[in-house]
């Protein structure tokens, strides 16, 4: 995994992800495949976190509620899809990220082998209670 930062789309896999979502024809439906963790040998594997954390991102900007360091293409992204019906994903995006973020996710543990596992974390808990928020 190229990884360059702890920030969302600061990977490899990640900027793939926002790729592909450029070039669908149905953005709420890969949306919404992106925020189901595809669990493999009982636990989350990183790349399907990635995913999750990714388009959780995403559901949140199209709500107004962006991080502050979220890409600035990404941020475009949303403002354009202003529109799209995310609302009903918040659910699903909110129990994906309870995932990622458990003692067996995959990607947990890579983080938690390098320095900057709270520097990952801390983001992602937020990201989660962002999303919280905007269904209330």
Avoid: K, Y
């Avoid at 595809?38 to 990635?50: K, P, V």
């Amino acid at each position: 995994m190229g990884t360059w930062g702890t920030n969302t789309f600061q990977t490899d896999t990640a900027l793939d992800w926002f790729g592909e979502l450029g070039d669908v024809d149905d953005p709420l439906a890969f949306l919404e495949d992106s925020l189901t963790p595809h669990i493999a040998g009982g636990r989350l594997d990183a790349s399907s976190a990635e995913h999750v954390i990714c388009a959780a991102e995403v559901v949140a900007a199209v709500l107004g509620q962006p991080s502050e360091s979220l890409h600035p293409e990404v941020l475009a992204w949303a403002s354009a899809h202003e529109d799209l019906e995310v609302a009903e994903l918040v659910p699903q995006a909110v129990h994906a990220l309870r995932h990622v973020l458990a003692d067996d996710s995959e990607l947990n543990e890579i983080w938690l082998e390098t320095d900057a596992h709270d520097e990952w974390r801390r983001p992602v808990a937020a990201l989660r209670r962002r999303l919280r928020r905007s269904a209330d």
